[in-house]
């Protein structure tokens, strides 16, 4: 490289790194995990289409129009 001036690896990312690309042989399927895919998976999801269909409606009221019919 141009005037000496080589790149240190940080340690740390190196090893997450290496973990991500092998993520598939690390991975476990116990109660933790399924938890955090339901909770992740559905209920997040969930939780933010609740807030904003309530947010749409708040604003149709406002507006003086009926509601609208999502989904």
Do not use: S
């Amino acid at each position: 490289m141009a005037g000496g001036m080589e790149v240190k690896k940080n340690v740390h990312v190196e090893e997450w790194g290496a973990y991500r690309e092998n993520l598939e042989k690390a991975f476990r399927f116990n109660r933790r995990t399924i938890g955090y895919g339901l909770c992740f998976g559905i209920a997040v999801p969930l939780i933010l289409y609740k807030g904003i269909l309530a947010e749409f409606h708040k604003q149709d009221h406002e507006a003086g129009r009926a509601p609208r019919k999502f989904l």
